[in-house]
């Protein structure tokens, strides 16, 4: 019996419905029409002769056969990803583009400069990806990302990355200037702190052990999804949280943001991490154009 074959669109489809959890969020990210999609779907399923989706509640699920599916797809793609990769490295020298998971303690526009600058040298072009805890370590290991910047604890290092200390970033804790902490003799003791909504970024990892930071046991605790929603957040008074000094000093200028105490928390080693078998000339210029200036773009407005 011959088996239909199986497109890299129908595996990027399925790929699309499992990251984003609906096939109406999966068509947005893919740009198409839900129906559109959905028809792909029903006829995949029709061609290979299995139900890959169990729609019998309120949302679609994945069957055993889908899942498996699904998990071999992924492999394929990321397989066909670096051999295009390792192709256009080997023919051109320089990598068409590159993609830098950013830490949403940095921010991705900390990097922007390095826009232009990689532009002058070469047309790869970059795409940046905020990442938050151990998403940034999945995206690297699974191909989403090429180069992963952040702020790590040594423990934090997965001993398969490369990585280089590039600088260092302050961390503090902040509320709005009228939030009721400010009025505690001991605001960051764990007792006092516990009785205030903590305002936390949501572990961006897909499929790794979620990981969190900061937060007490029994605290009333806000989930975001961006650092920056976090900022806007604890701006509007809705509850506390660490927030990196550079990220947060324009705010406090604005006199909407306080620092809860003058101690900072902590000052974490930045790194650029990189698996270990693959390196092209822009993922080498990257490295060495971090290493050289991402102090003086730390201290920049």
């Not at 072009?125 to 952040?150: C, M, P, T, Y």
């Amino acid at each position: 019996m011959n088996t239909p074959p199986l497109s890299f669109e129908a595996l990027m489809v399925l790929d699309a419905i499992d990251r984003r959890g609906s096939f109406a969020a999966a068509a947005e990210e893919l740009n198409r029409a839900t129906s559109s999609l959905s028809y792909q779907v029903q006829k995949l399923e029709q061609d290979l002769g299995l139900i890959l989706f169990d729609r019998s509640g309120h949302r679609a699920v994945f069957t055993q056969a889908g899942a498996l599916l699904l998990s071999r797809g992924r492999q394929l793609l990321q397989a066909a990803d670096e051999l295009v990769a390792d192709a256009n490295a080997l023919a051109h020298g320089w990598e068409l583009e590159l993609t830098v998971a950013v830490d949403g303690l940095l921010g991705c526009a900390l990097l922007y400069p390095m826009v232009n600058a990689l532009s002058a040298k070469t047309q790869t072009q970059l795409r940046f990806r905020e990442e938050i805890l151990a998403g940034s370590w999945e995206a690297l290991s699974e191909g989403r990302a090429d180069l992963v910047v952040k702020p790590i604890m040594p423990s934090q290092l997965p001993p398969q990355i490369n990585h280089v200390v590039i600088g260092q970033v302050a961390v503090q804790w902040y509320a709005h200037p009228e939030h009721a902490i400010h009025q505690m003799d001991t605001p960051l003791d764990d007792a006092i702190r516990q009785k205030f909504r903590a305002i936390a970024v949501a572990d961006s990892a897909l499929k790794a052990p979620k990981m969190t930071r900061n937060i007490l046991d029994n605290q009333e605790c806000m989930t975001v999804s961006t650092m920056n929603d976090k900022l806007l957040a604890i701006t509007a008074g809705l509850g506390i949280g660490t927030l990196p000094v550079h990220l947060a000093q324009p705010w406090v200028e604005r006199e909407l943001l306080q620092p809860i105490s003058d101690d900072i928390v902590g000052q974490l080693d930045v790194i650029v991490g990189w698996q270990r078998d693959r390196m092209g000339k822009a993922k080498s210029w990257c490295i060495q154009y971090l290493k050289q200036q991402f102090a003086s773009l730390m201290a920049a407005p």
